[in-house]
């Protein structure tokens, strides 16, 4: 009962998705058939079907053995023939038990199935053969029960890791005698169906409708709707077109061809399973607690049984106490809480990467949120340029900008380098790029040297302030009906000398200001950090509803983790969200590192927790599934503390028999291991 536990890339612009698309129903039986499911996975099986049938005859002939015994002895048979039989039979149905505790002797742990077996092998010592049997009944059904509650644990992350098709219809794949054969079966000329394993980045797969997308790609041809809810825990299908990306584990509604970005474990849904597997393997520390919880259990029973001995010489009473006192409502209900909920993360969009976190995450009372691509999209616009009388126009400013944001990750410099595109300006090669976090980049262009910056008051530009900046974020905005909400300026100079000023703007992300209302009435306080300016910070903060003191603008890299930091010395259980690598400090300092599954390698690798659809509402949804987590736990582990103390006292005074002493603790122990059963996300149900 113990468990054991280097050239720019610029995406072309995204067709707009035809509102006319076939809703085509989705195949749910192909979702839930567990096609490609290793084999030994048992997700399609009932409740009974889960069962081995030796644990039944098992506890069939226990169950028979105790009646025939409580009969024996109401008709006077002879004692050594039901010893005889009740020793056999004990033999047999301890089985289990005695293989688990000899394996809890050798490691020195203590654990229920030992006392459970001194209080059998007490009872039978004493003659007393029909409570030896029936309390071996009850821990056998109890270890049943445990293992199905286990059991739905697991296959909610078994679902998950078995999802993707083993195979690919790959587009002009060169073909051999088998792939012909399954190109023809598929009656699809020039389409192979391949091994997943085999298909590689470039290549471009056909997908039908209905059908699962095993790899991260790029729409290609076609247009449908796409089912990312197992990704991203969107409910609403995606339309989707040439240009749009579409993650692993999708379901498309109509046909498609994508080219194939990532596949395997490199995928979206790779890295969701690879961390999901790590965090099933790992433990976190009330995991630990609850062990070391359960120990002191027994060994606070075997204490009150030798008191109950000494003080009234009553054996069957010293059996109930060793009896009733159990701790496998904490010890197996501890780690079933917990996968349970990493399960349910992953389901409603975000992968949890150790149980440890979902621990620390249930307590985090303050979580600082990054603006740019956290609540906002991320994919900023330009919206104006300005240049100054240094610059020849606008086409030499945003030029030169483009050509220091070459190889920029930061979404202010892909939307530079793509403004540039979108004019057909010629853009120059650079050299000796620098990128300074949260500050900026300069690289030297055609023998100048090309800065390109937050716009604040700098040393060398006295006549010029940070004011001025949130005059011309303002006036972008306003010149702009559509402006999305959030807006930033950056300056360009050439060898220090200011040629211009571009300003853009990116949207809120839709959910974003529900999500900090959320947040703010689960207790939650929420900070926004940005390195834009002040003027910027206000307006977004606005929209969130969002006091001035719960934002910090014009902030660098290092200024975010000091505030993080800050708040931990102030006793604060910190999260910290956000997308970029200027992020990646802050995410590190903080107690649970929250990653934007839209973000950056860099980022995601530094998070503890990453939400792959990026979306608001996911982060209250994963606080809030790790509260319930440990709510569970607490309750489990106040109630067994509670029923054993009780159940011992009233054993120890008479009023507990052995059997009813193994009814109680059978009974509370199924109790929190099916409280914490609650938490498993409920199987997908067919349309």
Not at 253 to 261: I, N, T, W
Not at 323 to 342: H, Q
Not at 432 to 448: F, I, K, L, M
Not at 573 to 600: E, K, Y
Request: hydrophobic share 45%.
């Amino acid at each position: 009962m113990t468990a054991h536990p280097p050239a720019a890339h610029v995406s072309p612009p995204a067709s707009a998705p035809s509102a006319s698309t076939p809703a085509l129903p989705v195949d749910d039986s192909d979702e839930l058939s567990n096609t490609g499911t290793p084999s030994g996975a048992r997700t399609g099986e009932g409740i009974l079907e889960r069962i081995e049938w030796a644990d039944v005859v098992r506890i069939a002939v226990v169950g028979v053995a105790a009646l025939g015994a409580w009969i024996a002895g109401t008709t006077g048979a002879p004692g050594w023939a039901v010893g005889a039989v009740g020793a056999v039979v004990l033999a047999v149905g301890c089985w289990p038990l005695l293989v688990e505790a000899a394996g809890d002797l050798r490691e020195r742990r203590m654990s229920m199935e030992l006392s459970m077996l001194l209080a059998i092998v007490a009872a039978a010592a004493i003659g007393e053969w029909v409570t030896a049997l029936a309390v071996t009944v009850f821990a056998l059904c109890a270890e049943v029960l445990e293992e199905l509650s286990m059991d739905r644990g697991r296959d909610a992350l078994t679902d998950l890791m078995s999802f993707l098709p083993q195979t690919a219809r790959v587009v002009g794949a060169p073909e051999t005698t088998e792939s012909a054969e399954s190109a023809e079966a598929s009656q699809s000329p020039g389409v192979t169906e391949v091994p997943l394993d085999e298909v590689r980045p470039g290549q471009v797969i056909a997908l039908s409708p209905g059908g699962r997308v095993p790899v991260d790609g790029v729409v290609r041809t076609g247009r449908a709707d796409v089912d990312q809810s197992r990704i991203t825990g969107e409910a609403l299908p995606v339309q989707v077109g040439p240009g749009d990306r579409v993650p692993a584990g999708s379901i498309t509604r109509g046909a498609l061809e994508l080219e194939v970005e990532r596949v395997g474990e490199e995928s979206s849904y790779g890295r969701i399973v690879a961390a999901v597997r790590h965090a099933q393997s790992s433990r976190a520390p009330v995991q630990r607690l609850a062990d070391r919880l359960a120990a002191r259990i027994v060994y606070l029973a075997l204490a009150a049984a030798l008191v109950t001995f000494l003080v009234t010489r009553d054996v069957r009473a010293t059996i109930s106490v060793i009896i009733v006192a159990g701790a496998c409502g904490v010890a197996a209900g501890t780690p079933l809480a917990v996968l349970a909920a990493i399960a349910r993360a992953a389901r409603c969009g975000a992968f949890v990467k150790d149980g440890t976190h979902l621990e620390q995450l249930s307590a985090v009372d303050t979580v600082v949120v990054d603006k740019t691509g956290t609540l906002t999209v991320g994919e900023p616009r330009v919206v104006s340029v300005r240049p100054t009388e240094a610059a020849a126009g606008e086409g030499e400013v945003l030029a030169l900008a483009a050509a220091a944001e070459w190889n920029s990750e930061h979404p202010i410099g892909r939307a530079i380098y793509a403004e540039a595109a979108v004019r057909d300006l010629t853009v120059p090669m650079p050299g000796d790029v620098a990128y300074s976090p949260g500050a900026g980049v300069s690289a030297h262009v055609e023998g100048r040297q090309i800065t390109v910056g937050r716009c604040r008051g700098q040393k060398n530009q006295p006549e010029r302030d940070a004011s001025d900046c949130d005059d011309e974020a303002a006036l972008s905005t306003e010149s702009d009906p559509e402006a999305p909400s959030a807006t930033s300026v950056v300056e360009v100079r050439a060898d220090g000398q200011l040629l211009g000023t571009i300003a853009l703007a990116d949207r809120l992300r839709q959910g974003a200001a529900a999500a900090v209302r959320d947040l703010g009435d689960m207790g939650v306080e929420v900070l926004m950090l940005t390195g834009d300016s002040a003027a910027s910070a206000r307006h977004v903060a606005g929209l969130l509803g969002l006091a001035e003191e719960q934002v910090r603008a014009d902030l660098l890299p290092t200024d975010k983790e000091e505030v993080v930091e800050s708040l931990r010395r102030a006793g604060k259980r910190v999260a910290m969200v956000g997308d970029g690598v200027n992020d990646a400090p802050a995410l590190g300092a903080a107690d649970v590192g929250i990653a934007m599954g839209t973000g950056t390698d860099v980022a995601r690798e530094a998070g503890d927790v990453v939400l792959v659809g990026s979306a608001p509402a996911d982060l209250v949804e994963t606080v809030r599934v790790a509260r319930r987590a440990r709510r569970i736990i607490m309750v489990n582990f106040v109630g067994t503390v509670v029923v054993d103390v009780v159940g011992m006292i009233a054993a120890g005074l008479g009023l507990l028999g052995p059997v009813a002493a193994a009814l109680v603790h059978v009974v509370s122990e199924s109790a929190f291991i099916l409280n914490s059963a609650r938490l498993v996300p409920r199987r997908r149900r067919r349309r």
